[in-house]
């Protein structure tokens, strides 16, 4: 079964830079069927797609955070990593990392539990 | 690019069959069938529901089924139970590498 776990701070302070890693098990983080990806939700709010990371080490974020976001695959400890710099309050809200295919990235069958990462001074 | 519309909250009496609308445009669901459906109790993460419009992963009931004219996709519950209150979100590509999701409504079972 594929596990997915994000560690990092729940507690970033303003125009720092939030750094969450995700460790995969249960699955092989270099296939080529998957993108390794961040999913987020704003407090009492909707889904936020933030971006994705393919094995070799092929980007794609959402263009709203595209200037702020940083993602990579480390396969040696088949994990891979969001870095969101300039943090605002607004960026407050509990990160998902998951597992999307690569041929249709809206399919999203693994997610991890999640963490809450709070913006604040 | 914005946010795909979905109504805020539908409800249904068990049994009954409900439906889901999510409204895109040309440019993410009326392009491609691209389209999959999430259901979420909080604050678990989401459950995929259906993908590529209208297929369900194994282990999903069929009572959930997904369809699309034009830019709105729809997600059909049928038979509601108790457990299928939830918040229900919709996904599309948009672009070829960007993702979008709808607001998330809200189903509650009377």
């Known amino acids: 079964q594929v596990h997915l776990q994000e560690s990092g701070p729940g507690l970033v302070k303003p125009s720092e830079t939030l750094a969450l890693t995700c460790s995969v098990s249960g699955a092989s983080i270099t296939s080529g069927s998957y993108f390794w990806g961040w999913i987020r939700q704003s407090p009492g709010k909707g889904l936020e797609w933030i971006g994705n990371v393919y094995y070799g080490g092929i980007t794609y974020s959402n263009p709203s955070l595209k200037s702020r976001v940083f993602m990579s695959v480390d396969t040696s400890k088949s994990q891979f990593s969001l870095s969101l710099s300039s943090v605002i309050v607004a960026d407050t809200a509990v990160y998902y990392c998951?597992?999307?295919?690569?041929?249709?990235?809206?399919?999203?069958?693994?997610w991890g539990h999640g963490i809450l990462v709070n913006v604040s001074s | 690019q914005s946010a795909l519309t979905q109504p805020a909250s539908v409800s249904g009496s068990p049994g009954q069959s409900i439906t889901i609308s999510c409204t895109g445009t040309?440019?993410?669901?009326?392009?491609?069938?691209?389209v999959s459906w999430y259901q979420q109790h909080p604050p678990k993460p989401p459950r995929l529901l259906t993908y590529e419009v209208n297929k369900r992963p194994s282990g999903v009931s069929s009572r959930f089924s997904g369809s699309k004219s034009g830019n709105t996709a729809s997600l059909t519950i049928s038979g509601l139970q108790a457990e299928d209150e939830a918040d229900y979100y919709c996904?599309?590509?948009?672009?070829?590498?960007?993702?979008?999701f709808g607001g998330g409504t809200k189903v509650t079972v009377l």
């Open positions: 040309s440019s993410d669901i009326g392009s491609h069938d691209f």
């Open positions: 998951v597992r999307q295919r690569s041929m249709d990235p809206t399919t999203t069958q693994y």
């Open positions: 996904c599309s590509n948009a672009g070829t590498t960007n993702v979008i």
